[in-house]
């Protein structure tokens, strides 16, 4: 089952934050964190395995709250480089990856 | 990081004609692979889970007929579109998890824009 994913987009300036949300209505074993290009494969960020679990990527971050099945991605001081579609990807107890519709990003000078 | 490496990158064929996408672990063993498929500006949708030495596994919805898949050694794995039809026209996706655990980052293949015309 999707996990949702919001907002569905978010246009930022350079230097500002953002957070974008992923939400499961079924018990997580992990949740994964991918950026997209356009026209490109998508690309691991993170990966946090259980609760309370907060990792940093560049200065991308995350949180993961078990109890309430939901991940938070942080962008914080935001770059050019950051635009993209961002896609959480929850995995329950059968191994498979299934991501949110994303969230698109789009970072202005 | 592990590479998964997809052929081709894009491809276009006739209606009723078949068309076959390779995925590859470079450097690892992938026990499993995961086929996706993505419309423009929409998430990926898991179609099938690719098992070396067996049969795969799909997602409800998905023809099996129509979308063959192949796991013939621990690093290809083959995605079939037999007899495309335009309203298979999409970018096709595979991916890797290295291990046989949970826990373990998923690795994309470049994707495949397949176009059918």
């Known amino acids: 089952q999707q996990p949702v994913q919001s907002p569905q987009a978010v246009i930022l300036r350079e230097g500002e934050d953002a957070v974008i949300n992923c939400s499961s209505s079924?018990?997580?074993?992990?949740v994964h964190w991918y950026r997209q290009k356009h026209g490109e494969a998508p690309v691991f960020l993170m990966i946090?395995?259980?609760?309370?679990e907060q990792k940093g990527h560049e200065k991308i971050s995350a949180s993961f709250n078990e109890k309430k099945q939901q991940s938070s991605l942080y962008l914080t001081a935001s770059q050019l480089s950051y635009s993209g579609t961002y896609f959480c990807?929850?995995?329950?107890?059968?191994?498979?990856?299934?991501f949110g519709a994303g969230t698109t990003v789009t970072v202005r000078a | 990081g592990a590479v998964v490496s997809q052929h081709p990158s894009r491809v276009i064929c006739k209606s009723g004609t078949s068309v076959k996408i390779e995925c590859r672990s470079l450097?690892?063993?992938?026990?499993?692979m995961f086929w996706y498929r993505q419309f423009p500006k929409q998430s990926l949708m898991l179609m099938a889970t690719?098992?070396?030495?067996?049969?795969?596994?799909?997602e409800q919805g998905v023809e099996k007929d129509k979308f063959l898949i192949n796991h013939a050694s621990l690093t290809l794995s083959t995605l079939t579109v037999t007899s495309a039809h335009p309203e298979d026209s999409s970018f096709y996706i595979c991916?890797?998890?290295?291990?046989?655990?949970?826990?373990?980052?998923?690795?994309f293949g470049q994707g495949t824009r397949l176009t059918v015309v």
């Open positions: 990807g929850t995995e329950h107890n059968d191994y498979k990856l299934s």
């Open positions: 079924k018990a997580l074993y992990s």
């Open positions: 991916s890797a998890r290295e291990g046989q655990g949970f826990f373990t980052e998923a690795f």
């Open positions: 690719s098992n070396e030495g067996s049969k795969a596994t799909y």
């Open positions: 450097d690892f063993q992938a026990t499993t």
């Open positions: 946090l395995l259980k609760g309370g």
